[in-house]
Structures are given as C-alpha cells and as structure tokens.
C-alpha cells in the first residue's frame, strides 16, 4: 500500500536560513508526489508537484523539491526562510486509481524565529 | 473567484447526534473529495465524487458517515449516531477532474467536536 512518512514532526529555523523538510514514500510505480502548506485558519495550498520529466521541481513562494527515486524521497527546500513560512507542510502521494485521490504524510510543523 | 467554502466552520455536538457538514465547491469543478484530519495528523481520504456519483467511498470509517452530492456542485457530508473519536476536522476539495495532475483546492475545513 502507498504511505508518505515525513520524519520530522517539529523543525525550527531562524529567519533568513535555508530549509530543507523530508520526505518518503512508499509506492510501487513512478508516483505523483506533491507538497502542501498549512497555515491557522486556511486551508491546504499546493507549493509543487511531480509527475515526471525534470526531477527538481520549483513551486510557490520559492520552494523546490527534488525527486530521488533511489531513496524514495521527495524533500522540500527553500534557500532563506521567511517568518511567513511559518507553518504546516505535507508531503503527498497520488494513489492509483486514475484520479487524484491523495495520501498525505503526518507532516511538519515549521517554526521561524526572527 | 471564490474558492471552495465549508460550513459550519465549528460544529460542536453530543455524542450519539446527526451533524451535516456542507461543502461549496469551485464553480465548474466536477471532481469534489473529502477528508478528514484528525489532531496532528495529515489528511486522510473519506469519499472521491465525480459529478453527481461517488466514485470512490473507500476511506468513509463505516456506514454512519454518508456523503451526497446530488446536483453535482454541493456535497453534504452526513455523519449519524456521531462518536467522541469522529472529532477532527472535515476538508472538503475540488478540482477540474478527477485526473491525477489536476490540482485539488482545498476549504478550510469544519472543526466537529463531539462531547
């Protein structure tokens, strides 16, 4: 069965700090992956997502991520962190199935300080 | 345009009671799902429509939740004989079609509490 894991359930950076959130799947084929943001009182933003071709992927808000097949990872960057980043982030996985059901990691709470 | 709203925002209920969680999708949007997030978790699928028929209901706990959506825009999810661990929050999301490289948009979900 596909499941995304993301190890880190709290990471704090100080302002201006590069970031860098994990990510691994589990999944049988070339998977759909996709990274969400969380912020009090909004709902889920999509940053990116990755279907093929190119295996660096650039979003919103001047996120990346890179796709590693080998170690089935999928981790989120960002070069210089902004206090606004503050928030939660999820990392996805399209099930099979034809259509875009998705399975979410626990995610990541990120803190920023000043 | 206007985004994809849910009503209530909160729901507060006693244990054993029916609530009805609404959705409002983007205008257009045929592909309409629901998932539910429980404290310090990542969303987890319930129910996947596609117009007005409920393609995929495989992540729905048991048959006390129940989701509808029979013009295909609105969907209501209903929840009967309502139990302390259905607390969570309810999102709803749509997308153009239900195809793996569409985007899906997310509300920002009902807080049900149940007492």
């Known amino acids: 069965a596909q499941s995304v894991t993301q190890p880190d359930i709290h990471i704090t950076v100080s302002e201006g700090a590069s970031l860098e959130l994990r990510c691994n799947y589990s999944y049988g084929a070339t998977p759909y992956l996709f990274w969400y943001v969380q912020s009090p009182g909004q709902g889920l933003q999509l940053l990116l997502k990755?279907?093929?071709?190119?295996?660096l992927v650039q979003g919103i808000k001047g996120f990346e991520a890179e796709f590693k097949r080998s170690q089935s990872s999928f981790n989120l960057r960002k070069p210089s962190v902004h206090w606004s980043d503050a928030a939660e982030y999820f990392c996805?996985?399209?099930?099979?199935?034809?259509?875009?059901?998705?399975?979410f990691g626990a995610g990541t709470r990120l803190a920023v300080h000043p | 345009g206007a985004g994809v709203s849910q009503t209530p925002s909160n729901k507060v209920t006693e244990k054993g009671k029916y609530v009805e969680l609404r959705c409002d999708p983007i205008s257009g949007h045929t592909a309409l799902y629901w998932y539910r997030q429980s404290l310090g978790q990542g969303p987890e699928f319930l129910i996947y429509f596609q117009g007005t028929g409920a393609a995929d209901d495989s992540g729905l706990p048991n048959d006390r939740f129940f989701a509808v959506r029979p013009e295909g825009s609105v969907s209501t999810l209903k929840i009967q004989r309502t139990e302390r661990g259905d607390s969570a929050v309810y999102l709803c999301?749509?997308?153009?079609?239900?195809?793996?490289?569409?985007?899906?948009?997310f509300g920002p979900g009902t807080r049900l509490t149940v007492l």
């Open positions: 990755y279907f093929s071709g190119d295996t």
């Open positions: 999301a749509s997308s153009p079609q239900g195809q793996v490289h569409n985007e899906q948009f």
């Open positions: 996805a996985v399209g099930a099979t199935g034809g259509y875009n059901k998705l399975i």
